[in-house]
């Protein structure tokens, strides 16, 4: 299944990727064979220890690069700011508060609660995608709380 990063997503995870191989890969192989050294290997905690975070490092690398293959990357050229969707920047109306909050609808990998970019899988995303400026989203989160949020202006900001 693809799943869908901007060019600066795509970058970070390329980059990552880029470090855990060739810096943090042979710092674990260098640290196996420092614990090998020491001798016995049925009771060295050092030896299972640095194997364990060899596997986790391998793990890790394996799920970045299926990831980076199979990532479509996002044509910001080609959105709509006519209505919410990824990658749009959201003013909204809080109607029980009358507070104003913005948001950035980013794929899954990107988002950062403290940047104000949300995932699109969010509950609150889901319930934003489509609307258009005028429209009330009334939004059920998972804890059974209701929102409702008048959408002010939809931007794309980079």
Same mark, same amino acid.
């Given at each position: 299944?693809?799943?869908?990063?901007?060019?600066? @997503?795509?970058?970070?995870? +390329?980059? #990552?990727?880029?470090?855990?191989? %060739?810096?943090?890969?042979? =710092?674990?192989?260098?640290?196996?064979? #420092?614990?090998?050294?020491?001798?016995?290997?049925?009771?060295?905690?050092?030896?299972?220890?640095?194997?364990?975070?060899?596997?986790?490092? #391998?793990?890790?690398?394996?799920?970045? =690069?299926?990831?980076?293959?199979?990532?479509?990357?996002?044509?910001?050229s080609q959105l709509d700011t006519s209505k919410?969707?990824?990658? %749009? *920047?959201?003013?909204?109306?809080n109607n029980a508060t009358n507070q104003e909050?913005?948001?950035?609808?980013?794929?899954?990998?990107?988002?950062?609660? =403290?940047?104000?970019?949300?995932?699109?899988? %969010?509950p609150i995303a889901k319930g934003l995608l @489509? +609307?258009?400026? @005028?429209?009330?989203?009334?939004? *059920?989160?998972?804890?059974?709380? +209701?929102?409702?949020?008048?959408?002010?202006?939809? *931007?794309?900001?980079?």
């Open positions: 299944m693809a799943s869908y990063v901007t060019k600066e @997503g795509l970058e970070k995870m +390329k980059a #990552e990727l880029e470090q855990l191989e %060739t810096v943090e890969r042979p =710092k674990i192989t260098q640290q196996i064979a #420092e614990a090998r050294d020491k001798g016995d290997l049925s009771e060295n905690a050092e030896y299972d220890a640095a194997k364990e975070a060899q596997g986790m490092l #391998e793990m890790r690398i394996s799920k970045l =690069k299926d990831v980076v293959v199979s990532s479509k990357v996002i044509d910001e919410v969707s990824i990658l %749009t *920047t959201v003013k909204l109306k909050q913005v948001f950035k609808l980013v794929p899954d990998n990107e988002s950062d609660l =403290k940047t104000g970019k949300i995932s699109v899988n %969010t @489509g +609307k258009v400026i @005028g429209d009330t989203a009334d939004i *059920t989160l998972p804890n059974g709380n +209701k929102l409702s949020f008048e959408v002010l202006d939809i *931007t794309l900001d980079n």
